[in-house]
C-alpha cells in the first residue's frame, strides 16, 4: 500500500519520482560511474601499451588490464545505468510505484557482488581471458561466478521492470499507450532477457568445466552461444541509448516524434533482427553455413540497420521541426546552428547520434559481409567498430541523460559548468581518433589482441607498414585525450553530487524541460519538412556508398595473392 509520502513530484520537470525506485536509480547510476571510471583507468593502460613508441606494459599485466577494460566497460558501467534506465522508464515516466522493491534490492546487491567478485579474480592475475573468455583457455571460477551472479541481478531487475509497467496499467497511472521513451526501454529489457539467457546456456557450463563437474566445453559451440551473449548485450545498449536520444529531444526541445508509428516500428524491427548481428563475429569460423551466414548477416541484419536508419532521421529530425516552429528555419541548418551546443545534454546526445553512425553504423556494415569480413576479421579493426558504437555512441548518450538527472533526480546543481560545456568534446573527439585509427590499422592488417605489433623475439616476425605504426601511435594519443574526457566526466558527476549545492524544492536556475511542440504543421523548405535532417541523411548514404565500394575494391586487390 503506497501513501503520497512514497512519492516526490520534482518542481522543475513535474516528474513524479517513488521513492525506493528514485534511491534504486541513484545507487544504480553511481555504480555504473564507478566502473566506467575503473575500466577507463585500464583502458589507459590498454591504449599506451598498443602505443608502440611506448609498450608501457609487459604481456601478463596488458592481458589483465584488457580483461579488466573490456568487462568494466562493456558490461558492469553500461549495464548498471541501463536499469537506472529502466527505473526511470518505468516507474518516473508511468507514474506509478515500483513493483516489489525489495527484489529490486536484490537484484542490485547480486549486481554487485558479482561485479566486485569478477574483478577482484581478474586483478588476482589468473583470469586474464579478455572479455570474450574464450575455452580451452581458463579462468578462475570467481570470474565466472562474478559473471553470473551479476547477470542473475540484471534479470531480477529487468522482471521488476516489467512487474511495474503490470502495476502501471492495473492502477491506472497513465492514458493511452506507453510514452515512445517507455516503449524503447521495453525493447531493451525484452533483448536482455535473451541475452542474460544466453550467457546463462554457456557460462554456467563453463563454470562446471574449471570446477571439474564436466570433462569439456567445444569451442566452436561456446563461440556461438556466447556471442549470442556478448554480442546482443550490446543491442541492449542500442535501443536504451535510442530511446535516450527521443528523451533528450523532448526534455531539450519540447519536441515530438515524426511519427510515432513508424519510431514503434523500428524498435520492434530490433526486437526481431537486431540479435542476428552476433553472427559476424563468426563469419570465418568452421561449422556454420555460408548460407546461415550470408543470410543472418545480409538479408537479415539490413532490417535491423534500417531501424536504426529510421531513428537516425527521425530523431535529428524531430528536433529540426522543434526549431523550425520556434523560429530558426532560415536555410538548411540554422536550425543546428542556433541548437544549445554549450549544453553537454544536447551536445553528448548530438554526438553520439553522429558517431554512432557516421563511424559505428558504415563500419558494422561493411564488417557484416561475409566477403570483406575476411579482410577485417581479428584485426584491431574490429575494437575500432565497437568504440564508435558502444564506447562513444552509447556512453555519451548515457553521459548526456547523466547531466540532466544530476538536478532533476539528485537535486544537484552541476559544480564547474564550464568545464561540463567541454567535456562530451574531449570525451567525442578522442574515441572518434580512437575508432578511426585502430579502423585504420586493422585495415593495414594490425591484430586485435597481440601485445607487441612488432612481434619482439618472435619466430617468425612480420613487419607491418610504417603508416600502421604511426596510425597505432595516433590511436595511442587519442586514448589518452579520450580519458582525460572520460575522467572530467567522473569528477563533474561524482563532485557535484558531493559538493553541488543542493537544490531541495527550489527550482534550477534555467528550465530543465522545454515547452513541447504539439503542432508541426507549416514548417520546412518547400515540399520538405526537415530539409537540413534530409541533406544529412543524404551525406551519410554518399559516406556510406563511397565506404562499401572502397572496402570492395582493397579486397579485390588481394585476389592476386592467390
Not at 586483478?123 to 579462468?139: D, E, F, K, R
Not at 542473475?152 to 502495476?167: D, E, N, P, Q, S
Not at 561493411?366 to 564508435?388: D, K, R, S, W
Request: proline content about 4%; aromatic content about 14%; hydrophobic content about 55%.
Amino acid at each position: 500500500m503506497t501513501t503520497n509520502t512514497d512519492f516526490r513530484t520534482c518542481p522543475d520537470t513535474g516528474l513524479l519520482f517513488h521513492k525506493p525506485a528514485e534511491t534504486l536509480m541513484k545507487l544504480n547510476a553511481v555504480a555504473a560511474v564507478v566502473f566506467l571510471l575503473v575500466g577507463g583507468i585500464m583502458g589507459l593502460g590498454v591504449g599506451l601499451t598498443r602505443w608502440p613508441a611506448v609498450h608501457l606494459l609487459p604481456a601478463d599485466l596488458f592481458y589483465l588490464v584488457l580483461t579488466s577494460h573490456g568487462i568494466n566497460v562493456l558490461i558492469f558501467w553500461i549495464i548498471f545505468f541501463e536499469v537506472a534506465v529502466l527505473y526511470f522508464c518505468s516507474s518516473t515516466l508511468l507514474r506509478c510505484r515500483l513493483a516489489t522493491p525489495r527484489w529490486a534490492w536484490l537484484g542490485f546487491f547480486l549486481m554487485i557482488i558479482g561485479a566486485i567478485t569478477n574483478n577482484v579474480s581478474v586483478l588476482q592475475g589468473q583470469s586474464s581471458v579478455m572479455m570474450t573468455s574464450y575455452v580451452p583457455m581458463a579462468a578462475e571460477p570467481g570470474f565466472y561466478l562474478g559473471l553470473i551472479l551479476f547477470a542473475v541481478g540484471a534479470l531480477i531487475a529487468v522482471f521488476v521492470f516489467f512487474g511495474t509497467l503490470v502495476v502501471a496499467r492495473e492502477e491506472r497511472t497513465y492514458e493511452g499507450s506507453v510514452p515512445l521513451v517507455t516503449f524503447g526501454a521495453i525493447v531493451a529489457a525484452i533483448i536482455a532477457v535473451f541475452t542474460i539467457a544466453s550467457g546463462a546456456i554457456i557460462l554456467i557450463p563453463t563454470l562446471l568445466w574449471k570446477l571439474g563437474y564436466i570433462a569439456s566445453i567445444d569451442p566452436a559451440m561456446y563461440r556461438i552461444i556466447w556471442w549470442a551473449f556478448g554480442h546482443s548485450s550490446q543491442q541492449i545498449n542500442v535501443a536504451a541509448q535510442v530511446a535516450v536520444w527521443y528523451a533528450i529531444a523532448t526534455v531539450v526541445f519540447g519536441a515530438k516524434p515524426l511519427s510515432e508509428k513508424v519510431s514503434r516500428g523500428a524498435f520492434l524491427l530490433y526486437i526481431l533482427f537486431l540479435q542476428l548481428a552476433s553472427a559476424h563475429h563468426i563469419l570465418v569460423d568452421p561449422g556454420v553455413s555460408s548460407e546461415w551466414k550470408i543470410f543472418n548477416t545480409s538479408y537479415a541484419m539490413y532490417l535491423a540497420v534500417m531501424a536504426s536508419m529510421i531513428h537516425g532521421l527521425t530523431v535529428p529530425g524531430s528536433i529540426e521541426a522543434a526549431q523550425r516552429k520556434r523560429g530558426f528555419d532560415k536555410g538548411l541548418f540554422e536550425w543546428l546552428r542556433k541548437a544549445p551546443w554549450g549544453n553537454p545534454t544536447f551536445s553528448a546526445m548530438f554526438l553520439s547520434l553522429i558517431i554512432f553512425g557516421f563511424l559505428g553504423g558504415i563500419s558494422g556494415v561493411v564488417m557484416g559481409v561475409e566477403q570483406i569480413n575476411l579482410i577485417i576479421h581479428n584485426t584491431i579493426y574490429v575494437p575500432g567498430h565497437f568504440h564508435a558504437t558502444v564506447a562513444t555512441g552509447t556512453t555519451l548518450a548515457f553521459m548526456a541523460l547523466t547531466y540532466w538527472l544530476v538536478p532533476v533526480l539528485f537535486r544537484r546543481e552541476m559544480i564547474f559548468k564550464n568545464v561540463a560545456k567541454w567535456q562530451p568534446y574531449i570525451f567525442g573527439i578522442g574515441m572518434s581518433g580512437v575508432s578511426l585509427f585502430m579502423m585504420g590499422a586493422g585495415t593495414l592488417g594490425v591484430p586485435r589482441r597481440h601485445w607487441d605489433m612488432a612481434m619482439s623475439g618472435a619466430a617468425m616476425p612480420y613487419d607491418f607498414p610504417a603508416t600502421a605504426y604511426t596510425l597505432m601511435g595516433l590511436a595511442g594519443m587519442s586514448v589518452v585525450v579520450a580519458v582525460i574526457g572520460g575522467a572530467l566526466f567522473c569528477l563533474l558527476i561524482v563532485g557535484s553530487l558531493l559538493f553541488g549545492k543542493k537544490l531541495g524544492n527550489q527550482k534550477y536556475h534555467e528550465p530543465l524541460i522545454a515547452e513541447p511542440i504539439t503542432d508541426y504543421e507549416g514548417i520546412g523548405m518547400g515540399k520538405i519538412a526537415i530539409p537540413g535532417t534530409f541533406a544529412l541523411a543524404m551525406v551519410f548514404l554518399l559516406s556510406f556508398v563511397l565506404y562499401y565500394f572502397v572496402n570492395w575494391k582493397y579486397l579485390a586487390s588481394t585476389w592476386g595473392l592467390s
